[in-house]
C-alpha cells in the first residue's frame, strides 16, 4: 500500500454521487459495506498499515485517516439525502383521515369475572383477594378435606418442592382457600367475594386446562340459612342470565359444605327445550354450593353455635362459555387476535 493508493480512493468517495443511484437507499447502503463494513476498503487498510516500515507510517497514516473521514461524510450526506428523498417522494397529504388506532380492550374472562364481581357487590359483598401460593391448612385441612382425599394427590394438585420445616405448600387448586383466610381474620358479618386464578395438574384440551379462573363467594353471620343461599343464587342467575332463567339445585357433596349443592340454570341457548348445548336436558351446569360445614367454621375460630354462613363457587372460564358460546378452553389463553376481538365492544 503507499499514498497514492489510497489517494485514488479518496478521489473515488468524493466523486460519487447519490443522485445518479438507481435503488438510492440500497446503493448507499452497497457504499457504505464496500467502504466501511468489516471486510471492506479501509479496514483493511488499515490491516495492512500496522505491517508498513515506520518511516512511512505518519504519512500514510494521515491519508488513510483523511480516507476514513473522506467515507463517513460521504455517508451521512447520502443519509441525509435518502431522508429528504423519501420525505418528499411521500409528499404527506396532511388532509387524509388519520390510521384508525385500535384501541385495546379487556379479556374476556376479565370482562366476566368483572361483571360477576359486580353482581355481588350490588347485594352487599366486598372482594377478598389472596395468595396463589397456598399452604395444606387453607387448601385442605381447614376446609374439611380428609387426609386421604383424591384432591391432595399429586396428579390434581401442583405442590410447590418442599422446603424444610414447612408444610406441604401448592399452587391453589381453587379459590375456597380465600375463604379460610377471611374468617381466619375476621369476625362476622363475612359477605365476601373471592376472584382468582386457580391451577389444576390437567392435560389441556377443549375442556380443561391447567390454569382457570374461579369466583367464590362467602356469606357468614347468625341465622343464614339455606333459604338465603337460595335466593342470592337465583338473584345471581338472573342478573347474569337475564329475567327469565329459571335455576334447581341438585344435591351434591363438597368436604366444606353441608348440606351441599350444584346449580343449574335453565338453557339460555334453546330456552329449556333442549339442545346440543344442554346435551338435550334443557339445564346447564353452573356452580357449586352449600352451607358452610360448621368444622369449617370451627377450623377458622368461628363460633358454628352462633354463627352459620353459605359459600358458593363457579367457574369463569364455563361462564363466559355458556354466555358467549366459546367452544374451546384454549381459545382464552392464546390471545389470538380474531378471537379478543370479537370481545372489543362488551366492556
Ligand atoms: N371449590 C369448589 C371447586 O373448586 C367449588 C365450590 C363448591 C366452592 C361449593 C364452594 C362451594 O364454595 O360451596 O370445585
Not at 154 to 165: A, C, L, P, S, Y
Not at 202 to 229: N, W
Not at 255 to 283: H, L, R, V
Amino acid at each position: 500500500m503507499n499514498r497514492a493508493e489510497i489517494e485514488a480512493y479518496i478521489r473515488e468517495i468524493q466523486a460519487t454521487k447519490i443522485e445518479e443511484f438507481k435503488d438510492r437507499a440500497a446503493e448507499a447502503e452497497l457504499f457504505r459495506i464496500k467502504y466501511l463494513g468489516k471486510k471492506g476498503v479501509i479496514g483493511s487498510l488499515f490491516e495492512q498499515f500496522k505491517s508498513i516500515p515506520p518511516e512511512q507510517k505518519k504519512e500514510v497514516g494521515q491519508v488513510l485517516n483523511q480516507l476514513k473521514v473522506a467515507a463517513q461524510t460521504k455517508i451521512e450526506e447520502f443519509k441525509a439525502f435518502v431522508e429528504e428523498a423519501e420525505l418528499a417522494d411521500n409528499a404527506h397529504d396532511l388532509t387524509l383521515p388519520a390510521d384508525f388506532a385500535q384501541p385495546g380492550s379487556r379479556h374476556v374472562l376479565s370482562v366476566v369475572m368483572n361483571e360477576i364481581t359486580d353482581i355481588f357487590s350490588r347485594i352487599g359483598f366486598t372482594v377478598a383477594e389472596s395468595v396463589e401460593i397456598e399452604d395444606d391448612w387453607h387448601l385442605f385441612s381447614a376446609l374439611n378435606f380428609p387426609p386421604d382425599h383424591p384432591a391432595r394427590d399429586m396428579q390434581d394438585t401442583f405442590f410447590v418442592e418442599k422446603q424444610e420445616g414447612m408444610s406441604e405448600v401448592a399452587l391453589r387448586t381453587h379459590t375456597s382457600s380465600v375463604q379460610v383466610r377471611v374468617m381466619e381474620n375476621n369476625k362476622p358479618p363475612i359477605r365476601i367475594i373471592a376472584p382468582g386464578r386457580v391451577f389444576r395438574n390437567e392435560a389441556i384440551s377443549a375442556r380443561a386446562h391447567c390454569i382457570f379462573h374461579q369466583v367464590e363467594a362467602l356469606y357468614v353471620d347468625k341465622k343464614v340459612t339455606f333459604a338465603d343461599l337460595k335466593q342470592t343464587l337465583l338473584y345471581f342467575a338472573k342478573e347474569m342470565f337475564g329475567e327469565q332463567t329459571q335455576i334447581r339445585l341438585r344435591p351434591s357433596y363438597f368436604p366444606f359444605t353441608e348440606p351441599s349443592a350444584e346449580m343449574d340454570i335453565s338453557c339460555n341457548i334453546c330456552g329449556g327445550k333442549g339442545c346440543n348445548i344442554c346435551k338435550g336436558t334443557g339445564w346447564l351446569e353452573i356452580l357449586g354450593c352449600g352451607m358452610v360445614d360448621p368444622n369449617v367454621l370451627e377450623a377458622c375460630g368461628i363460633d358454628s353455635h352462633e354463627y352459620t354462613g353459605f359459600a358458593l363457587g363457579m367457574g369463569v372460564e364455563r361462564m363466559a362459555m355458556l354466555k358467549y358460546q366459546v367452544r374451546d378452553l384454549r381459545l382464552y389463553f392464546e390471545n389470538d387476535l380474531r378471537f379478543l376481538r370479537q370481545f372489543d365492544t362488551i366492556l
